[in-house]
């Protein structure tokens, strides 16, 4: 069955630099894949999409790599800021189907 | 981006009795929404599907007698925890797709903590 791999639990970055989450997947390649960040006691609220055919998708201090041959998702928050600190969640969607989400990576910023 | 509400955000409830929550997304339609559940700390559990005008789509494990689905509009869908127990209690987050450009978004209601005493 489908596996998905987020780099760590949890990771701390000092404000200003560059956060980035990993996101991996065995097996076939999703139609596309998404990010989502997640608050305490709140539900997750979506980010951003890349498809298998784009290489990279950029929204203000995000981007999103997707790397089929790696099997790999990357995601970066530049200039990071404490207000960033938060669960960050990928999920996979293949075809029509439903999102598969990946265990998810506690980000702390520290000022 | 899209929003979906959910209501209510908290509810407590004896144990026996049943709950509803209501989901809606506010400025598209959604033929299908979802249901999960997540435990603390843990990722999201998808409960089900939704789909408008038909039976909802259990995944395995989830007592469909227990958690009844009704998906009556493309605008609105409900979970009814039925004679809830302590076991029951967690946060239940509802989710709907929007297709954009060729693809389905999925956006998620702000969640409802349900806890039974």
């Known amino acids: 069955s489908q596996k998905i791999e987020q780099n760590s639990e949890a990771l701390n970055i000092q404000e200003g630099k560059t956060a980035t989450l990993t996101c991996n997947y065995t097996n076939y390649s999703p139609a596309y894949l998404q990010w989502y960040r997640q608050d305490p006691g709140r539900g997750p609220v979506f980010l951003l999409l890349?498809?298998?055919?784009?290489k990279e998708k950029r929204k203000e201090r995000l981007k999103v790599t997707f790397d089929t041959t790696l099997k790999q998702s990357l995601f970066h928050i530049t200039a990071s800021q404490p207000a960033d600190s938060a669960t960050y969640l990928c999920a996979l969607t293949f075809g029509n189907e439903k999102l598969t989400f990946g265990t998810g990576t506690r980000l702390t910023i520290i000022p | 981006g899209a929003v979906v509400s959910q209501h209510p955000s908290r509810v407590i409830c004896k144990s026996g009795t049943s709950v509803k929550i209501e989901c809606r997304s506010l400025d598209f339609q959604a033929t299908t929404m979802f249901w999960y559940r997540q435990f603390p700390k843990k990722s999201l559990m998808l409960m089900a599907t939704s789909n408008e005008g038909s039976k909802a789509t259990y995944e395995q494990g989830v007592e469909k007698d227990k958690f009844l689905i009704n998906h009556a509009s493309l605008t609105l869908s409900t979970l009814t925890v039925t004679s809830a127990h302590p076991e029951d209690s967690s946060f239940y987050i509802c989710?709907?797709?929007?297709?954009?450009?060729?693809?389905?978004?999925?956006?998620f209601g702000p969640g409802t903590r349900l806890t039974v005493t």
């Open positions: 890349i498809r298998e055919n784009e």
């Open positions: 989710s709907a797709r929007d297709f954009r450009q060729g693809v389905y978004e999925q956006y």
